[in-house]
């Protein structure tokens, strides 16, 4: 989950790290009130969590409080339902520099990566210039150890005092990343101001969903495009919009990956991404609204599971075709445990019960492309 | 023979009382694997299917000799779960569980190494020689894919697993050990890890690779095929061709970052180094045909 | 350096472990307002830093608040010069456990210790009923995991809410030992109350003395036995009162140790163990006027250095007899490092430069048991 | 052959430009010590008798593939100093420095297990093979100590080693490794580790354990002899009969705490595990001639 700047910045400052004085309006109402507060000149910045702020227009600068505020309702308008506008004080820039935490799965350690070249987008960076990126692995149980500063610091040829302030401030930011469970803690620019100080002039903080049980954040949904993601989301089903015409439901990750593969393959495009396995396994139901949500030409079953009993599975979805009553075709391979009895109940809810995954992918193409035909409607 | 445990394995059970761990308690041993004992704290002197249960690890290792171990933990505990086996000098084992924090995986894969242990998953079916014995909860019954031989199994998918594994028996193979290194985005093991114990494995002629998109783990093993360092045959395949980017597409680990871990690389760079990857399962009985040089 | 048991107790109060109320009474006139604070019943604590105080009677306790003060005072005068007296309110006393944090080089790790019976002396325990004390290692890098507390208390058979805060305590301690370079940290008894709340009666912390420049501890010198020792623990040179005449000046503990061996096995006796090698190789002169404060009969320098040059010792020898002319014989083995020239500097101030360490004990020896006769006197 | 370093060894010297590590930099060169590289931060660029000076391990060791580590590091820094060798792949580390905080010492030795390293110390003259090589601070000059031989030696002690080496070699014996464990409460490593590698290298017969008072590292050698671990002679000395109970003797690991590891107790586990142990220095050479049967 993706923390707003904002948020962002404020686990900086309870770090320790410095950050531009700012106030959040929430409403285009608190903006003249905001801009009174930070002062003019002043930066306006859209608190959305899509990436490329800049080039999308959602970050302004403003050197009169009138253009603030105008400014500031633009944005407001631009994107409306959003979390807020943050007003931030404009920094003196002496030098812009790149700092951040990331996993690094393989050797099982956080990666701490530094620049002297902030502000740049660091994957543009890493393509054209990986010499300037400098990485220093960070051992979980040692902690960040002086030696790890002389690493990330020394190379970025820093004035003495400025070198120290970032060495004090990454390890800041590897302890901030370690507590607050974040998979990836970015300042960049990290400003160095005239007189030498150090301020996070932006802030990026990705928490790992799985640990926000210990953690103070709420789960925000409005990284998801649309509804039906809103929606899968806050029933925790595994949900990707895609834009073709078959209504994906399967049963683990990489077996609906592999199915939306062949449907590919055999020239057919799937409405979406939908996973309803492991914990999901009783709620076909639910994996059903979602897809018909998306109004497809027809639904594909695929299971092959052990925990997520075949026989359940095909069970919910005979319910859900009670309920729900698709008007469209439904093909199903559903395999695993308790399968014989899994087809008896598909047989009996008038569906035929496929075994072979290839033969169902071709099958549902088939239904999808035959334009306006009636295909074999559930009921 | 086979990799990570055998019917010679004294395999312990954490978190035995609770009711997936016994459930799978039962079918462990209906598959035949010597279960020495199961923790559960709080519940020393029980029994779960004739399993005596030990409040502690160390308990029940110094009283059974248990050598292996297999977590029905909750996600949240288990990190402290790992360090109690590895703190009781248990060298294998797997964990279940779906939904582990990445800053523990971390940590629990680092300790690993520190103690030359061997930990398979989160969020993995497991580790299973057919016919043997069976660290995990995989639906052994189902013959058409848990039949023993030859080939050694790696994956980071469950219901994928028994697609392709499916068709590999179809094929006229079966396997010698089925390893799950889990979906999450930092497993504790490493399919190039992994792939080194089949290596080392006799009763392993060739490795079937199920992979998928995102990660790095399908490179590590092409990087090891590349250096030499594999002399089996690795035949693969891979998930998510058609997957968009920057989405999380089912697993935490499949999601295709920065242009980087997408299927179409990650099997491309596999052929570059020389093993066969099929384009759909159906194909994987062709792939080991040709991988071991089997004619008709 | 071991911490006062108030000191101890502070620590345990900062760490959030609960201790008996109290105030320190740091001179006898402060006793009539600590014991008002305090209420009585009360417990009065002589702190002093030698073991055993309850059986030399150095802990008191009054019901009354004039008996109080009266065994306050006899306390400071028992023990002049000391810290204070530790004015403490009486507990009600539902079970005595034991709890400490030690170091276990072996397995480099802290063990944790419990036991169910506290209040006893912990070693006589060990020897009497080693069953009745857990021992859990506890990683320095993984810290106190739910597992070490499960292990270290369930086999104490506590109910189940004072095991647990004796777990989190127990946790607790640990963090403490590891933040405060504590070698030792020891709760001795562990009350639980009649209200199941679990309290510090009494506290022992012995800190790492090479770790005392990162802690906020003063190196407190009183446990010390007398002025010689004081006077090298001021001046940092390794110093041990003995009792016999032969004066040792040697370079090296393990060489300082071997020999004292050689002076019992010659049937000598040293009067001191003292060690001017390592950093205070070019303190001669300090070492010697420490030695001289002892009165012995003869003093034996044995030293084989390496950056401990031999020949910068010799001289330091020979200054120290110039400047405090002692009236005793001198015996020198000293080798090492420019051993040549350190013979030539200890020929010249007129001592015969032994290389030999059995022949210099010997000659030590017979020198120290020549009673009265005038020895081979410096100068 | 030896032990830990030998004349193959590419020898790095963590904070080589200080006064103590560039003055012992020309003594392990005048030794023969292969001296791959120094490391202060900060003084990149620099040479040291001839040897040049990187800011960090990392660079020194990818610059010059340097293999083992030496510490002229102020005791407050050692932990820092270890940690960045062991991280930058360094397995064999010496540090000299007297006065390391126990907790850090817990953590330097853990490490090293942790990462398959071994670190030798702190407060120890370090490690030499007489001429081969030399990581630490010995008076290689003085003949009648440090000539090569095929006794191992292991101390924790530093004068005491010279007066009782000095009694091998006046015996006819020779050194092939002497190792300084150190003087602390917490060395990173123990008596019974060094004689396990002196057990395995062929150019050592026998080996000369030098200890003292305190702490249980003679204790767990008896113990190895007991149970048949070492199959090489061990003659021993062992300092501090006399001492008084419950005072440090001048190294911070010599305190005989609750009657346990007095000199005595050290000595009487040993011979009855079948250790010689000469109560004297001057009867060491009669105790190895014994030890290898050697008439005459």
């Not at chain 1, 950050?19 to 000149?41: F, H, N, Q, W, Y």
């Not at chain 1, 895609?242 to 020239?267: E, P, Q, R, Y």
């Not at chain 1, 009670?322 to 695993?336: H, S």
């Not at chain 2, 000799?65 to 949240?76: G, I, T």
Request: aromatic share 6%.
């Amino acid at each position: 989950m993706n923390l707003y700047e904002y948020q962002a910045k404020q686990l900086f400052a309870d770090t320790g790290i410095s950050v531009p004085r700012s106030c959040l309006a929430e409403t285009a109402e608190e903006l003249d009130k905001c801009v009174a507060d930070t002062g003019v000149p002043c930066m306006l910045k859209a608190q959305v969590l899509r990436g490329g702020r800049g080039k999308a227009g959602l970050i302004q600068q403003a050197d009169e409080a009138h253009e603030a505020v105008a400014k500031g309702k633009k944005l407001f308008d631009q994107c409306p339902g959003m979390r807020g506008v943050l007003v931030e004080g404009k920094l003196s820039i002496d030098r812009e520099l790149y700092l951040s935490m990331t996993i690094d799965p393989v050797n099982a350690c956080v990666t701490a990566m530094a620049s002297g070249r902030g502000g740049v987008d660091i994957e543009t960076l890493a393509a054209e210039s990986p010499d300037e990126i400098v990485r220093e692995p960070i051992n979980v149980f040692h902690g960040f150890m002086p030696f790890n500063t002389r690493n990330l610091i020394t190379p970025l040829g820093l004035p003495k005092d400025v070198g120290e302030a970032v060495g004090k401030l990454a390890a800041n930011l590897f302890q901030l990343a370690r507590r607050s469970d974040a998979t990836l803690v970015e300042i960049n620019p990290l400003i160095v101001t005239g007189d030498g100080t150090c301020v996070a002039a932006d802030g990026k903080i990705t928490i790992d969903n799985n640990a926000l049980y210990r953690q103070p954040f709420e789960h925000t949904l409005d990284e998801y495009v649309n509804d039906i993601e809103y929606a899968a989301a806050r029933e925790g089903i595994p949900y990707v919009q895609l834009d073709g015409d078959i209504g994906l439901m399967c049963a683990g990750a990489g077996l609906t990956n592999t199915v939306s593969d062949l449907i590919h393959d055999f020239g057919g495009r799937p409405a979406n991404f939908l996973e309803f396995g492991g914990p999901h396994y009783r709620r076909a139901r639910k994996a059903m609204e979602l897809t018909l949500m998306n109004r497809p030409k027809v639904i594909l079953v695929v299971t092959f599971g052990t925990i997520a009993r075949a026989d359940v599975m095909a069970e919910g979805v005979a319910e859900a075709i009670k309920a729900l009553k698709p008007n469209i075709p439904i093909v199903t391979a559903i395999r695993g445990t308790g399968e014989d009895e899994a087809h008896n109940i598909l047989r009996a809810a008038g569906l035929e019960p496929l075994t072979d995954t290839e033969e169902a992918v071709k099958k549902a193409v088939a239904l999808a492309s035959a334009k306006g035909e009636a295909g074999t409607t559930a009921q | 023979m086979s990799i990570l445990v055998d019917k010679t394995s004294r395999v312990l059970v954490q978190g035995i009382t609770g009711s997936e761990g016994s459930f799978w308690t039962h079918h462990m041993l209906g598959m035949g694997t010597q279960l020495a004992a199961g923790v559960t704290p709080g519940k020393e002197g029980r029994e779960v299917d004739g399993v005596p249960v030990f409040n502690s690890v160390r308990k029940a290792v110094r009283e059974t000799d248990a050598n292996a171990s297999v977590l029905f933990v909750p996600p949240r505990f288990s990190k402290d779960a790992v360090f109690e086996a590895l703190d009781a000098g248990i060298r294998t084992i797997v964990v279940i569980a779906e939904g582990i924090p990445v800053q523990d995986a971390l940590e629990m894969r680092r300790a690993a190494h520190s103690s030359g242990a061997t930990v398979v998953g989160g969020n993995t079916s497991g580790v299973i020689t057919p016919g043997e014995s069976m660290m995990g909860i995989f639906p052994y019954w189902i013959k058409r894919v848990y039949t023993p031989g030859r080939i050694g199994v790696m994956t980071r998918s469950g219901s994928l697993t028994n697609e392709v594994t499916a068709m590999l028996i179809k094929g006229g193979f079966g396997v010698s050990t089925l390893a799950g290194v889990g979906g999450d985005q930092a497993p504790c093991s490493r399919f190039a890890e992994i792939l080194t114990l089949f290596e080392q494995d006799p009763a392993t002629d060739a490795v079937l690779l199920i992979g998928e998109l995102g990660g790095t783990m399908e490179e590590e093993v092409a990087e090891m095929l590349a250096n030499g360092r594999c002399s089996k045959p690795v035949g693969a395949f891979i998930a998510g061709r058609s997957a968009p980017p920057g989405k999380a597409m089912g697993h935490a680990g499949a999601i295709v970052a920065e242009g980087k871990g997408t299927a179409a690389g990650k099997i491309a760079c596999l052929r570059d180094a020389g093993a066969e990857v099929a384009e759909r399962p159906s194909q994987v009985g062709d792939v080991f045909r040709k991988l071991l040089a089997i004619t008709g």
